[in-house]
């Protein structure tokens, strides 16, 4: 008598593929290709038919997930690169106007100076103009 597997399928000890009595596969010889064997006189095969049509369809309701699932991932990496494209315009532009606004106030600044040294220089000129008389 076989015991079951974690997944509720019949385990058979060494022989893995092997399902109830009747039906076996086993893996050829240096390939991915699985042979199956039918032995009709203990074998159900109506049973083992729809056994192997309930689990294409778990299979293929698996890979329709994992399909949807990569199309939303997708469609998310697609956003936020968008997303990343529209921030790096936004800092470019606005280094773009730091830059600018250095420059100008860096120019104001220089006015100030000047003439604020040039009225320290014009008080100094009077006050020593009066200071003397």
Known sequence: MA?????????YGADPYRSR????TRAAAGSDEIQLRIDPLNADLD????????????????AQEIESEATFQNDLINKLQMTL????????N???QLKRSI???GS????HVVLFALL????IYLWSKISRR
Do not use: M, W
């Open 47 to 62: 049973d083992e038919i729809t056994g192997l049509r309930s689990q294409i369809r778990q299979l293929k309701g698996v």
């Open 108 to 111: 104001s600044h220089v006015i």
């Open 85 to 92: 494209v529209r921030a790096e315009a936004g800092v470019k």
């Open 21 to 24: 009595e009747g039906l076996t």
């Open 3 to 11: 015991s079951t597997s974690h997944r509720g399928a019949p385990y």
């Open 103 to 105: 420059i100008q106030e």
């Open 120 to 123: 320290c220089f014009t008080v």
């Open 94 to 96: 606005n280094l773009r």
